[in-house]
T-cell receptor, first 112, second 112 residues
Framework: EAQVTQNPRYLITVTGKKLTVTCSQN?????MSWYRQDPGLGLRQIYY???????DKGDVPEGYKVSRKEKRNFPLILESPSPNQTSLYFC???????????FGPGTRLTVL | GNSVTQMEGPVTLSEEAFLTINCTYT??????LFWYVQYPGEGLQLLLK?????DKGSNKGFEATYRKETTSFHLEKGSVQVSDSAVYFC???????????FGTGTRLQVTL
């Protein structure tokens, strides 16, 4: 089954404790992105990757890091999480730009 | 920059009522336009899309027409069902980077 998976689905952590949210797709897609969803703001792009070892900032990259060492994986790293990063995070992938994006099920992160 | 404006929700309708969710956009270049749907507890799924002016996207009884002259992409359905209850996002993408610009989302609640 073609899908985008994210782990964990739910996470509660404390300020400053490094964490990684994993994202994996099995569709051999080139493009992958991370979004955060906040009430009243819709979804905003954090980082994106056009292929292995090619990443760039989206609209709200501050406080986040990403890497793309393999085509299928695109982890999101929070080196020192803060409460304002409490949000619902979605990973997405697409074959190329302008194509349909496939979304993962989301990761709900709470930073205390 | 690009932006998407959606009508405020929530929208509450009785089953079999007619649905319209307004969406207007501002974009540089020639965007592709999308409607995504998010069911409770799930990630986003593509509902329909249109890639050029006057195109009509349709799926599951929903329709939207790409109107360049009014920069709009309103979502319509002739007869909604309880199972259509979800949050609907209008979005666009231009150029490269596979970056979707989302509206803030409109929650639809359909009652019996």
């Amino acid at each position: 089954e073609a899908q985008v998976t994210q782990n964990p689905r739910y996470l509660i952590t404390v300020t400053g404790k490094k964490l990684t949210v994993t994202c994996s797709q099995n569709m051999n897609h080139e493009y992958m992105s991370w979004y955060r969803q906040d009430p009243g703001l819709g979804l905003r792009q954090i980082y994106y990757s056009m292929n292995v070892e090619v990443t760039d900032k989206g609209d709200v990259p501050e406080g986040y890091k990403v890497s793309r060492k393999e085509k299928r994986n695109f982890p999101l790293i929070l080196e020192s999480p803060s409460p304002n990063q409490t949000s619902l995070y979605f990973c997405a992938s697409s074959l190329r730009d302008l194509n349909e994006q496939f979304f993962g099920p989301g990761t709900r992160l709470t930073v205390l | 920059g690009n932006s998407v404006t959606q009508m405020e929700g929530p929208v509450t309708l009785s089953e079999e009522a007619f649905l319209t969710i307004n969406c207007t956009y501002t974009a540089t270049g020639y965007p592709s336009l999308f409607w995504y749907v998010q069911y409770p507890g799930e990630g986003l799924q593509l509902l329909l899309k249109a890639t050029k002016a006057d195109d009509k996207g349709s799926n599951k009884g929903f329709e939207a027409t790409y109107r360049k002259e009014t920069t709009s992409f309103h979502l319509e359905k002739g007869s909604v069902q309880v199972s259509d209850s979800a949050v609907y996002f209008c979005a666009l993408v231009t150029g490269t980077a596979s970056k979707l610009t989302f509206g803030t989302g409109t929650r639809l609640q359909v009652t019996l």
